[in-house]
């Protein structure tokens, strides 16, 4: 469907694509050119959303520290990027993939948030802060992050009053449970969890599929731990080449609880359980 356009974009003719691509869902394939260059397509129905991951690779390439796929060209229909071929891990690559990623943390920006709001699953994810939401993460992350969520989570049926009272504590006691550990913000991929790295040809970390903004990095590092997290030398070298501050491991079920009504909007019910726990492991404090 788009093999004309994509070939202007290219400048070069595919010899191999799909039969068609299929505007009504998201997909993604590996096509090649005449002079034999291999590119990755992302694909699906129009929107911004293309847009806006290439902003966010390429917001990661700026920072030199940790490798992104290059962006060939975006429309509101596709993405594409250079394919990177798989390599092999070695026994070192989760301590460099820790050190790189802390490192990328290291980059920073005067204001939270991000100049567009982006996508974050098949969620909306804002980014666009006003007020004192520029300059005090607590704001940020109350108002852009937890509150945003459940509110689509009240529309979807979703907010039962376990999570209402969890999410009631929370507005009041999130600056408390913030408190000592504030920092400048920093860039982050925004969803990184196991699906969204892979292992270059020369065995280097490379990151996919983000989610971009500036934030506090603790809620990057809460990603990585959803999902049975990343092994311990990952963690290991990273608290090396970028210390955390005190208490880091009681504040990242508040992080955790964002991506989790996330999921609980995108998947439904299933999280709900773990989203009352989660919202509800602070309710002492107030």
Same mark, same amino acid.
């Given at each position: 469907?788009?093999?004309?356009?994509?070939?202007?974009?290219?400048?070069?003719?595919?010899?191999?694509?799909?039969?068609?691509?299929?505007?009504?869902?998201?997909?993604?394939?590996?096509?090649?050119?005449?002079?034999?260059? *291999?590119?990755?397509? %992302?694909? !699906?129905?129009? +929107? =911004?959303?293309?847009?806006?991951?290439? #902003?966010?690779?390429?917001?990661?390439?700026?920072?030199?520290?940790?490798?992104?796929?290059?962006?060939?060209?975006?429309?509101?229909?596709?993405?594409?990027?250079?394919?990177?071929?798989?390599?092999?891990?070695?026994?070192?690559?989760?301590?460099?993939?820790?050190?790189?990623?802390?490192?990328?943390?290291?980059?920073?920006?005067?204001?939270?948030?991000?100049?567009?709001?982006?996508?974050?699953?098949?969620?909306?994810?804002?980014?666009?802060?006003?007020?004192?939401?520029?300059?005090?993460?607590?704001?940020?992350?109350?108002?852009?992050?937890?509150?945003?969520?459940? *509110?689509?989570?009240? %529309?979807? !049926?979703?907010? +039962? =009053?376990?999570?209402?009272?969890?999410? #009631?504590?929370?507005?009041?006691?999130?600056?408390?449970?913030?408190?000592?550990?504030?920092?400048?913000?920093?860039?982050?991929?925004?969803?990184?969890?196991?699906?969204?790295?892979?292992?270059?040809?020369?065995?280097?970390?490379?990151?996919?599929?983000?989610?971009?903004?500036?934030?506090?990095?603790?809620?990057?590092?809460?990603?990585?731990?959803?999902?049975?997290?990343?092994?311990?030398?990952?963690?290991?070298?990273?608290?090396?080449?970028?210390?955390?501050?005190?208490?880091?491991?009681?504040?990242?079920?508040?992080?955790?609880?964002?991506?989790?009504?996330?999921?609980?909007?995108?998947?439904?019910? !299933?999280?709900?359980?773990?989203?009352?726990?989660?919202?509800?492991?602070?309710?002492?404090?107030?």
């Amino acid at each position: 469907m788009y093999k004309e356009e994509i070939e202007k974009l290219l400048g070069e003719s595919l010899v191999n694509h799909p039969l068609s691509f299929d505007n009504l869902y998201i997909g993604n394939h590996i096509i090649t050119t005449e002079g034999g260059k *291999r590119y990755f397509i %992302k694909y !699906g129905p129009k +929107s =911004k959303r293309f847009y806006c991951e290439a #902003n966010g690779i390429q917001e990661i390439a700026k920072s030199g520290k940790i490798r992104v796929p290059r962006v060939a060209c975006c429309t509101h229909n596709f993405i594409i990027t250079e394919l990177i071929e798989r390599g092999i891990y070695s026994n070192i690559f989760f301590e460099n993939f820790g050190k790189s990623f802390a490192m990328m943390h290291k980059e920073s920006a005067s204001e939270f948030g991000f100049f567009e709001d982006n996508f974050i699953g098949e969620s909306v994810q804002k980014n666009i802060a006003t007020g004192s939401e520029k300059t005090t993460w607590c704001e940020f992350y109350i108002n852009k992050r937890l509150m945003f969520q459940y *509110r689509m989570a009240e %529309k979807n !049926g979703y907010a +039962s =009053k376990s999570l209402t009272n969890g999410i #009631n504590n929370l507005e009041k006691s999130l600056s408390k449970i913030l408190q000592d550990s504030e920092e400048p913000p920093s860039l982050l991929h925004g969803d990184l969890w196991s699906g969204n790295y892979l292992c270059g040809p020369e065995g280097e970390a490379v990151i996919i599929d983000p989610a971009v903004y500036y934030g506090h990095r603790e809620a990057d590092l809460a990603m990585t731990m959803i999902f049975g997290g990343f092994p311990q030398k990952f963690y290991d070298s990273y608290r090396t080449e970028y210390p955390l501050k005190p208490g880091w491991e009681s504040r990242i079920n508040i992080y955790k609880l964002y991506h989790i009504l996330n999921h609980l909007n995108i998947f439904g019910r !299933g999280y709900l359980y773990e989203a009352e726990i989660l919202a509800n492991s602070y309710i002492c404090i107030n």
